[in-house]
């Protein structure tokens, strides 16, 4: 996570525009009135009528991003003679409308739980569209998937390449269609990529033989996890390969891993094609895709990373001898991410010195990191801003925190924020779309807020505020 300087954004972009280094969603728009409208709603009004804390996702902004990622992919791999599918990362945040929407948009929906699994079949999406992924997938969880004919299953180790099978053998039916998830090296995202033989880590299959590289194995002394997963799978007439999964990780900003994946996935594709006559169909380079979360953060351009990945994964096909497969990739983060924000309401305002001779503003809210654990897991830093009313005030050095008994509950380490910030205010936390709800937790029984859809001058609720009745509803003793 980078930590850019705080700048004040006092003036808020036109509603509708894309603005590069803009952390908010393109329906966020300061009046005339100086309040902030969302998708053409007043946060006062939002504030009113569904209370604070509550996350506020604009409908026409994640619509556009799920539609331009599914474009950027198609346009870029035609080039290459590919076809695509842009699977949407449930985790970042699902309901049962955001699936409907992505899926409205042409995306097909990934899912990494029995729960992430229901909600999308809920939203009637087909199951051929769906994708469930995790390391540890229950019985429970690998029927239901076969139960709704679910389009791929993501299989992340022996045990469950084996276990798999064996429930599609004890039930009949069609062999469940299968990815293995392979380990490539590469880990980008929050920390600079490195490029070793093995991750230290529970996902995925590694490349990595015990005797020489992937690079230099003959074909047949190939016994890296991944090459072993495969053919486990080929193995089992239960299964159908239909292709190999990679991740590399998460809010990635320098995209030149994915380059580097491709080559050893189209490396990996290509020894098995010559080892068993079997050249999979598929191949998933995951998501991962970096938003802006501060201002002058600069997010990845999906047109320009489509382009470049289509081109990496040609290239890598070509010096393989190869086709092109048919390519899918997973955003999460980058199509809810910059849709969302959290709406607060300011409780307290405490000036602390913290150095000689420069004060801190610490601004409390009434949520923390029950709604955002991200800072507090992450070192994620946001950008804040007071929403309900324009400000002239000089602007200060302010820290966001929560409302929770730990001193690490910190919504926004630093902003700058107007000098008169004051109980009562509406404070706006930016980009807080994807991994807030989803990741949201009842730490000190906070209930958790719901999550309010903004469009055309008009909100509705997603997903209704948690209440105490809820909380005492799981108390058996209650
Ligand atoms: C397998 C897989 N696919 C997709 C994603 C979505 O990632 P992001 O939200 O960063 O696009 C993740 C999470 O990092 C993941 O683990
Ligand atoms: N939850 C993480 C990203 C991990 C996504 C799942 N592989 C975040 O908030 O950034």
Request: with cysteine.
């Amino acid at each position: 996570m980078t930590g850019a300087a705080p700048q004040p954004s006092a003036h808020l972009h036109d509603a509708g525009t894309v603005v590069p280094g803009e952390p908010w969603s393109t329906g966020v728009a300061r009046g005339d009135d100086g309040a902030v409208r969302v998708g053409g709603v007043d946060v006062r009004d939002l504030a009113a009528q569904h209370g604070t804390p509550a996350y506020v996702l604009d409908e026409q902004d994640l619509r556009t991003r799920a539609r331009t990622y599914r474009r950027a992919f198609a346009e870029a791999f035609a080039q290459v003679g590919a076809d695509v599918d842009v699977y949407y990362a449930g985790k970042a945040f699902l309901s049962v409308a955001v699936a409907r929407w992505v899926h409205e948009e042409g995306l097909r929906v990934d899912t990494a739980s029995g729960g992430e699994l229901a909600v999308a079949l809920r939203a009637g999406v087909p199951g051929a569209d769906i994708g469930l992924h995790g390391n540890n997938k229950s019985d429970d969880e690998l029927t239901t998937a076969l139960d709704a004919g679910v389009g791929r299953i993501i299989v992340d180790s022996l045990v469950e390449i084996e276990r798999l099978a064996d429930l599609v053998a004890s039930r009949g039916g069609a062999p469940a269609p299968v990815m293995v998830r392979v380990t490539t090296g590469v880990h980008a995202g929050g920390h600079e990529y490195i490029s070793t033989a093995h991750e230290d880590q529970k996902f995925g299959l590694s490349l990595a033989p015990t005797r020489g590289t992937a690079d230099t194995v003959a074909d047949a002394d190939d016994d890296s996890p991944a090459m072993t997963a495969l053919l486990a799978v080929l193995a089992r007439p239960e299964l159908r390969l239909l292709g190999i999964h990679s991740h590399i990780g998460s809010q990635i900003l320098d995209p030149s891993g994915f380059a580097v994946a491709a080559k050893s996935v189209l490396a990996l594709r290509a020894r098995l094609a010559r080892r068993t006559g079997v050249l999979v169909a598929e191949v998933d380079l995951g998501g991962g895709y970096g938003i802006a979360y501060l201002p002058g953060e600069v997010a990845l351009d999906p047109d320009r990373i489509a382009k470049e990945i289509a081109a990496s994964v040609a290239d890598s096909a070509a010096e393989v001898g190869t086709d092109v497969p048919r390519f899918s990739i997973e955003p999460g983060r980058a199509i809810v991410g910059p849709a969302g924000l959290t709406l607060y309401t300011v409780g307290t305002v405490k000036p602390v010195r913290v150095d000689e001779g420069l004060t801190r503003l610490y601004v409390s809210v009434d949520g923390g990191m029950s709604d955002n654990i991200r800072p507090a897991l992450y070192g994620a830093r946001y950008h804040a801003e007071v929403v309900g009313r324009l400000s002239t005030a000089d602007r200060v050095l302010a820290r966001v925190v929560g409302k929770h008994c730990e001193s690490g509950d910190i919504v926004v380490h630093e902003v700058l924020l107007p000098g008169d910030v004051r109980a009562g205010d509406l404070l706006a936390v930016a980009a807080t779309g994807a991994y807030g709800r989803s990741m949201a937790s009842n730490y000190n029984l906070l209930t958790r807020p719901p999550v309010v859809a903004v469009a055309d001058g008009a909100s509705r609720v997603l997903v209704r505020r948690e209440t105490v009745a809820d909380l005492l509803a799981l108390d058996t003793d209650a």
